[in-house]
T-cell receptor, first 111, second 113 residues
């Protein structure tokens, strides 16, 4: 069935360091892989997404890589800042258009 | 730019009561998705509508029902509320066939006491 595994569940880094979050999935038909940042009580905010025909995408300090053969994708945040602290969710689009989310990673950036 | 509107933003109900959550998608968006997010959990897909017809159904309890109206707004009706229904409920909309991105509303926080 449709499943996304996200690791780690918590991540603590020093300001300026890099952070990497990884997700693996099972549905080989998935073709869209968004990443969301969510602050407490707020809506998920799309920060970057990638489609299945692309292996890597970068937007300033944020990058996503996708390996369709191995069925995993990763979020990379460089030069982390305290305001990057939040919960990050990977997701994938499955047949029908709905999103299946990973379990979330609570990122803490210490000044 | 117009965003997805959800109402109410906060709702407090007692067990066994009913609740109705409303979602107004971005103008010209033809598809609406409902997600439920429990405390410390990831959003879980409930149900979706395309052009006023139910298009997909997830882990939505039989006590819940939903529909999309002629003006494309959607309502999620919840009956016989249980403590476990306390959650954030998000609505998202998109234009099918144009983009994969789903635009999330601010959510409705439902508390069942």
């Amino acid at each position: 069935g449709e499943n996304v595994e996200q690791h780690p569940s918590t991540l603590s880094v020093q300001e300026g360091d890099s952070a990497v979050i990884k997700c693996t999935y099972s549905d080989s038909a998935s073709n869209y892989f968004p990443w969301y940042k969510q602050e407490l009580g707020k809506r998920p905010q799309l920060i970057i997404d990638i489609r299945s025909n692309v292996g890597e995408k970068k937007d300033q300090r944020i990058a996503v890589t996708l390996n369709k053969t191995a069925k995993h994708f990763s979020l990379h945040i460089t030069e982390t800042q305290p305001e990057d602290s939040a919960v990050y969710f990977c997701a994938l689009r499955v047949i029908g258009g709905k999103l299946i989310f990973g379990q979330g990673t609570e990122l803490s950036v210490k000044p | 730019a117009a965003g997805v509107i959800q109402s109410p933003r906060h709702l407090i109900k007692e067990k066994r009561e009913t609740a109705t959550l409303k979602c107004y998608p971005i103008p010209r968006h033809d598809t609406v998705y409902w997600y439920q997010q429990g405390p410390g959990q990831d959003p879980q897909f409930l149900i979706s509508f395309y052009e006023k017809m139910q298009s997909d159904k997830g882990s939505i309890p039989d006590r819940f029902s939903a529909q999309q109206f002629s003006d494309y707004h959607s309502e999620l009706n919840m009956s016989s509320l249980e403590l476990g229904d306390s959650a954030l409920y998000f609505c998202a909309s998109r234009i099918t066939g144009r983009d994969y991105e789903q635009y999330f509303g601010p959510g409705t926080r439902l508390t069942v006491t």
